[in-house]
């Protein structure tokens, strides 16, 4: 139980000590600093601790925003600071430099928690201050200012802050006016019944995995329930992320878990369209499998984008302020969210059409809205990273690495050249070598050697690629040139044998590489690093697997491909599943909370 110690003299009437007690503290009371040391000493060692002024006037869910979020090892509001795990010994010695009487500092009241987070920003130590807005937080000196904030505390709504407060600030047209005016709601019902994030996902993901069911039937009755569970599942998708925002259940195990559960439920329903149609007579798999990869190739070209510029230095363009004066004007700013067709306005779509036309019509107008979306977001990055005078560091450079998924082929093969290519050279070979070993593959006849030669050329384009760091202003579009290049040659192949069961076992082996590669994205982004090395060479690379698969299209007969297709989907994705599953239940990274895909 984490410890909660309030300082100075207790305040008759204060509720001060309930509301800590009702947000999980144990409650111990420390007339001085001293009390305060022994008693900090005493708490739990690996439990949290906060300081807490006697005098404090606020609202509960203030208390709870700066005391309790777990995103953050040292957090201060007001009155109150708080320190979670390694961040306890920081706090202690900051708390040997303040004496009782302020030593000196220039604060409004003499406050020990508020002299603690002075003396912590003088030594440079990084203390999140929650967005508060109209909840109240204050120390008042006197009785009068006492009063004076009791009564601001009781003209301010906390509940109707905290809900609102539950939604993102920024999302898509159809979840920010036709999900979250009710999901909220939901989120807080959850939360009084004692229902976690988690267990919200994973009914999200049940509600999907029976629509794609639904939609596997065939008929148009299971299209029509398809597309209302699709919905259905949406909403709990929603409010997982505010039953977490609301109650503060943050966690490193429930970001991982939303972020791969939004895709195993679109890429489980495309499955389940496939199957359907297939019931009708219609073969869409083909389909199915290009709107999974266009997906995929959409997702990485953002995350690598955001990684090469998370923290670059001079990041200015005209570009990029030519965005922000068009968010400046109300009505552009949802015209442009919609038009990236982000995952409420494309999940709503799929489920309209699902219920009202056939999966064929669906996956094409899937495939068209996606494919103008991407190539919206693509050129509007380019041209950023084209007109940004900017310095790519050394942690982007790794990030774009690890995201390129190179094997121990290319890898090798790339210490031997030692020097890489200059410039925009970088991603324009990368696009080469993937256009020349998908359309080898999309061109031969089956059992051709023309797509072994075709990624012979592709593992001898990675390693230049990749020979240098990726600090180029276009760099960053390498990952997802390599995803498409694999996806893309795995689908050619797959369509070229031309067998029952071969696009069907394409899209198992694309949807447990995917896997892999959002795994990474969502390491990288808890500053937890890549998946072990051992873990990429035991699957190949992105390159070693692109070569293995043509050279098993070279060998065997148009059945046994599919077979090995089956065979090798199944190992990879005990691999990574495997790994994934041990990393994440048992990882120390920072508890996080993904805020979820625009795309």
Excluded at 174 to 190: D, E, G, H, N
Aim: hydrophobic share 50%; glycine share 8%; with cysteine.
């Amino acid at each position: 139980m984490p410890t909660a110690i309030v300082t100075g003299q207790p305040v008759p009437g204060s509720s001060l000590e309930g509301d800590l007690r009702s947000l999980g503290f144990d409650v111990r009371m420390a007339a001085d600093t001293a009390e305060a040391r022994t008693l900090i000493a005493a708490a739990p060692a690996d439990g949290r601790v906060a300081l807490v002024d006697a005098r404090f006037v606020g609202h509960p869910h203030a208390l709870r925003l700066g005391l309790t979020d777990p995103r953050f090892p040292l957090a201060a509001v007001p009155g109150a600071v708080t320190a979670q795990g390694a961040a306890r010994q920081t706090l202690s010695r900051a708390l040997e430099g303040p004496d009782e009487t302020g030593g000196g500092t220039a604060v409004a009241v003499d406050s020990l928690p508020d002299r603690l987070v002075t003396a912590l920003d003088a030594d440079g130590t990084p203390v999140h201050r929650p967005e508060l807005g109209s909840l109240v937080a204050a120390v008042p000196a006197d009785p009068q200012g006492r009063n004076e904030a009791r009564q601001a505390v009781l003209a301010v709504d906390e509940e109707d802050v905290r809900l609102k407060s539950a939604v993102k600030s920024r999302d898509g047209f159809f979840t920010t006016f036709c999900i979250s005016p009710y999901s909220r709601y939901l989120a807080r019902w959850c939360a009084r019944r004692g229902l976690t994030p988690n267990q919200v996902t994973t009914a999200s993901l049940l509600t999907a995995l029976i629509a794609a069911g639904c939609a596997a039937t065939g008929t148009r009755p299971g299209f029509i329930a398809a597309g209302v569970l699709l919905i259905a599942s949406f909403v709990l998708d929603c409010t997982d992320g505010q039953l977490a925002r609301y109650s503060l259940q943050y966690s490193t195990l429930g970001a991982w878990l939303d972020a791969t559960f939004d895709r195993a439920k679109e890429y489980a329903y495309y499955a389940g369209l496939a199957l359907g149609a297939a019931r009708g007579g219609d073969d869409v798999w083909a389909l199915a499998l290009g709107a999974m990869i266009l997906q995929t190739c959409r997702h990485v070209v953002d995350f690598s984008f955001n990684e090469a510029n998370h923290d670059a230095t001079a990041n200015t363009s005209p570009t990029a302020a030519l965005s922000d004066k068009l968010d400046s004007v109300g009505w552009t700013v949802w015209v442009r969210r919609m038009i990236v067709l982000p995952i409420g306005e494309r999940w709503a779509m799929i489920a309209v059409l699902t219920a009202v036309t056939t999966p064929r019509i669906t996956f094409l107008v899937l495939l068209i809205g996606c494919a103008l979306a991407a190539t919206y977001t693509t050129a509007g990055r380019v041209l950023r990273s084209l007109t940004r005078k900017a310095r790519r560091t050394d942690r982007a450079a790794r990030a774009l690495a690890d995201l390129a998924d190179t094997g121990p082929l290319a890898g090798a093969l790339a210490r031997v050249l030692k020097r890489g290519l200059p410039g925009l050279a970088v991603p324009a070979v990368a696009l080469l070598g993937g256009a020349a070993v998908v359309t080898c593959s999309a061109l031969a006849g089956f059992g051709s050697p023309l797509p072994v030669v075709g990624a012979l050329v592709y593992v001898l384009t990675s390693a230049l690629a990749t020979a240098r760091p990726l600090k180029g202003s276009l760099d960053w579009l390498v990952p997802p040139f390599f995803r498409a290049a694999e996806y893309g040659t795995v689908l050619a192949l797959a369509a070229r044998a031309d067998v029952h069961g071969a696009l069907p076992a394409a899209f198992g082996l694309v949807a447990a590489v995917a896997y892999h590669h959002y795994d990474t994205v969502y390491r990288i982004r808890g500053d937890a690093g890549a998946p072990p090395a051992w873990l990429v060479r035991a699957i190949g690379g992105q390159e070693g697997r692109t070569l293995l698969v043509t050279v098993l299209a070279a060998l065997l007969t148009a059945s046994q491909f599919t077979v090995a297709l089956t065979v090798i989907a199944v190992c990879v994705a005990l691999l990574v599943l495997v790994e994934s599953i041990r990393f994440w239940v048992s990882a120390g990274a920072p508890a996080v909370h993904d805020e979820g895909e625009t795309a």
